[in-house]
């Protein structure tokens, strides 16, 4: 079985929001890509979760850092 990617870095828009990731094996996701990688088990350390509004965000489930922490990348 093959090891499951981890999230390095981040991609953000003019806004600073995060708009793409990029993988532990160099892949660049896009939002809605690693969603769905990560709700069909083929990310680490991330989990999807909605609001009270039902918007979707993802998020690092280890409690040691968070996606604000992640270097960004061009």
Do not use: W
Request: aromatic share 10%; proline share 1%.
């Amino acid at each position: 079985m093959n090891e499951q990617e981890t999230f390095v870095a981040v991609q953000k828009n003019h806004e600073g929001a995060i708009i793409n990731f990029k993988t532990s094996t160099g892949r660049v996701l896009s939002y809605r890509k690693a969603m769905m990688e990560i709700e069909n088990g083929l990310i680490a350390d991330a989990s999807v979760f909605s609001d009270e509004t039902g918007k979707c965000f993802i998020r690092i489930t280890s409690s040691n850092r968070s996606m604000e922490e992640l270097p960004l990348f061009f």
